[in-house]
């Protein structure tokens, strides 16, 4: 059965590795099957994201080898990939269909990209418009605004182009469409958001800028093969912070963890509310930032307010956060997150459901919410709406709540993180 019944942890104790992550797992097999040669990519994470990208670039024409640990990538060069015999499934990563809209409509054949029910109702205007003024000629259902997207690409021009909400998946469309247009492409963000693909590219030896909020990237330059180690995922390792947080007596140690700055605003919020996290042994691998984060329970957390330009920092972790938030003393304020109505749930109101049915005072509007802290959480039948992180932040609030929290849905986690609740049993042995 698709569901998991939790009780309050009485221990959560212990050192393990984060999944590795998924967001530098799917650059990582873009870059390879972009360049020309072989690429080893260490530590990649074999979750259904990532593993959507793979089979995609398998569908167009990439050698791809799964070695355990390790995937070996042949890599065909910016100019050979294949037509695909068939509509190409990205399932339900919203990276695999936007990354690879850059990527398609540069190359002069025909492509469908679908992917299951969630990720047909995700917006994909925001990537179609921008590359069909570059060139290319894309159609999508309900008047180019969803999936299915058929896409008819080819000689690319040049743009400079003003992203209106911040959005890595959409600048880096942009940017891998960018090494088949002609002349400079120049994209700039209202924010930053995560970097990863300006971080990677350049191992691959691509001519990319970065200059605060301005990303420059010129054709021309063929990709080389290279080995990437992908660290750990952040934003796997959030829940179990949160946890060791929020659990008496926890002691939580994780190693190898990615620290980018783009992706670790969570880590500043917690401080702000009184967490005790100390981060040790950073070093640096492929371009990335790792480190190990210590925490422990028993710091009296309190409200913060956090403000739109906080949200990209930490846009994976807003359904943890809320948890955190319904044990922080005063009311904690969460403004300026309306994209996440859009993710693989609206999680703005999943998160308010799903606290109210544990006895949490939680206010909806259009752009966050207002969380009364200091509640008493108590077991309850909880629906994880097929989304991932709304399953992981629950079963860490099913963790704090007095009696059982029955959570639905739970094989939504293997999108990004098999083996979760295989961790979560071990800390609270």
């Known amino acids: 059965m698709d569901r998991i019944e939790l009780n309050k942890a009485e221990h959560f104790k212990g050192e393990f590795s984060p999944t590795p992550d998924k967001s530098i797992s799917h650059r990582a097999v873009i870059c390879a099957s972009l360049a020309k040669g072989k690429s080893i990519i260490r530590n990649f994470l074999k979750a259904e994201d990532p593993m959507s990208t793979l089979h995609a670039f398998r569908a167009l024409g990439v050698d791809i080898d799964d070695r355990g640990e390790d995937i070996l990538v042949n890599g065909k060069g910016i100019h050979g990939l294949r037509e695909s015999s068939d509509v190409i499934d990205c399932g339900n990563s919203g990276t695999t269909i936007r990354l690879l809209s850059g990527v398609l409509s540069g190359n002069p054949f025909f492509s469908v990209l679908s992917g299951d029910s969630s ?19 894309i159609l999508a259902r309900a008047e180019n605004r969803y999936p299915p997207l058929a896409i008819k690409g ?3 021009q040049a743009i400079t182009y003003s992203i209106p909400v911040a959005s890595a998946q959409v600048k880096s469309s942009l940017i891998l469409a960018g090494l088949y247009a002609s002349g400079e492409t120049v994209i700039t963000e209202p924010a930053k958001s995560r970097d990863h693909t300006e971080r990677m590219l350049p191992a691959f030896g691509a001519e990319i800028a970065v200059n605060g909020l301005r990303v420059s990237i010129k054709s021309g330059t063929e990709l080389q093969g290279t080995d990437v180690y992908v660290p750990g ?4 390792a959030a829940f179990f912070i949160v946890g060791a947080l929020l659990i008496k007596n926890a002691d939580i140690t994780i190693t190898g963890v990615g620290i980018n700055p783009t992706r670790t ?3 500043g919020v917690l401080k702000e509310m009184g967490a005790d996290i100390e981060i040790s042994r950073i070093r640096e691998v492929s371009g990335e930032p790792l480190a190990d984060i210590h925490c422990s329970g028993g710091a ?3 409200a913060v307010s956090i403000t739109k330009e906080k949200i990209p920092a930490l846009i994976d972790e807003f359904p943890i956060l809320c948890v955190a938030a319904t044990q922080a003393a005063g009311i904690t304020t969460i403004r300026g997150a309306e994209e996440l109505r859009i993710k693989e749930s609206d999680r703005i109101r999943s998160m308010a459901t799903e606290l109210r049915k544990m006895g949490a005072e939680a206010e909806e509007f259009e752009d966050g919410l207002n969380i009364k802290g200091r509640s008493s959480l108590k077991g309850s039948e909880i629906e994880s709406y097929g989304d991932h992180r709304i399953a992981m932040a629950m079963a860490i609030a099913g963790l704090v709540a007095e009696g059982t929290t029955t959570i639905h849905g739970v094989s939504s986690v293997n999108i990004s993180f098999p083996g979760f609740f295989q961790h979560l049993r071990k800390l609270t042995l």
């Open 300 to 302: 009296a957390l309190k």
């Open 233 to 236: 995922d952040f934003s796997s």
């Open 265 to 267: 605003g969570l880590l």
């Open 154 to 156: 080819g000689s690319l």
């Open 119 to 137: 990720l047909r109702k995700r917006p994909m205007a925001r990537v179609i418009e921008p590359l069909s003024r570059m060139g290319a000629e």
